[in-house]
C-alpha cells in the first residue's frame, strides 16, 4: 500500500527502485533548498520592517518631544503676560 501511494517501487528491478528514490530526494533537496531561500527572504524582510518601525517611533517620539515644547513655551508666555 505505501509503494502504491507514493508511487515507489512499482517496477521490481532493484535499480529502477534506486532510481525512484534518487529522484525523489533530489525533488525533495529542490523543496528544502526553496523554503531555506524564501525563509532568508523573509527574515531579511522582517529586518528592514523592523527597522522601519524604529525609525519611525524615533521620529514620532521627535514630534512629541517638539510638541511639549510648544506647549511649555506656549504656558510660559501666558504666564509673563
Given at each position: ?37 524564501d525563509i532568508k ?25 517638539r510638541i511639549d ?13
Amino acid at each position: 500500500m505505501f509503494d502504491k501511494k507514493w508511487g515507489l517501487f512499482t517496477d521490481n528491478s532493484l535499480d529502477d527502485r534506486i532510481v525512484k528514490l534518487e529522484k525523489k530526494v533530489k525533488e525533495l533537496q529542490e523543496k528544502y533548498n526553496g523554503a531555506l531561500w524564501d525563509i532568508k527572504r523573509l527574515e531579511e524582510e522582517n529586518i528592514e520592517t523592523t527597522n522601519v518601525l524604529y525609525e519611525l517611533e524615533t521620529s514620532i517620539n521627535a514630534i512629541y518631544a517638539r510638541i511639549d515644547i510648544l506647549n511649555i513655551e506656549k504656558i510660559e508666555d501666558k504666564e509673563n503676560e
